[in-house]
């Protein structure tokens, strides 16, 4: 999957670099009610990413003006609420005609039902580079669901 993002503190974040890799892509909010989910992807990412998982986080202003912070406040607040050490990306758009083509996509392969509706829709990539599972903003990081789906993809 040869899609790429502008990394949050500089450097790029690409995806066919992570080949190998499980990848959890998730958009992210600062002022969203679902916002305490970054530690749960922080945990998550501490405990397996020895085994190979990397979470990404894409910050998006798409629902609510819920991200209204430049990358330097998103950072900031990431890093001081949540201790966010997985990989960021700058804000990008996840819906509509300026959708990142990665998003793009992920609408394309699920259709209506696993396109994002809100802040901290997943999208889970398989260590060939397939789009294999989507989970709603709902779905929390601790659920059995995505740990499950996760552990499927890291035994591969």
Not at 53 to 79: N, R, T, Y
Not at 100 to 125: D, V
Request: some cysteine; proline content about 5%.
């Amino acid at each position: 999957m040869s899609y790429s993002f502008p990394g949050l503190t500089g450097g790029t974040v690409a995806l066919d670099e992570l080949k190998g890799k499980v990848v959890l892509i998730v958009n992210t909010a600062s002022k969203c009610g679902f916002t305490p989910q970054y530690a749960g992807l922080e945990q998550l990412y501490q405990a397996k990413r020895a085994e190979g998982l990397v979470v990404i986080g894409v910050p998006c202003d798409d629902f609510g003006g819920q991200e209204p912070g430049d990358e330097a406040a998103i950072g900031a607040f990431c890093q001081v609420n949540y201790g966010v050490t997985f990989p960021m990306t700058t804000k990008q758009h996840v819906v509509g005609s300026k959708a990142h083509p990665f998003f793009a996509f992920a609408g394309r392969r699920f259709g209506f039902l696993g396109r994002p509706k809100w802040n901290f829709h997943k999208y889970l990539i398989g260590r060939e580079g397939e789009l294999v599972d989507y989970f709603q903003s709902t779905t929390a990081p601790d659920s059995s669901r995505l740990r499950t789906a996760v552990a499927r993809e890291l035994a591969k």
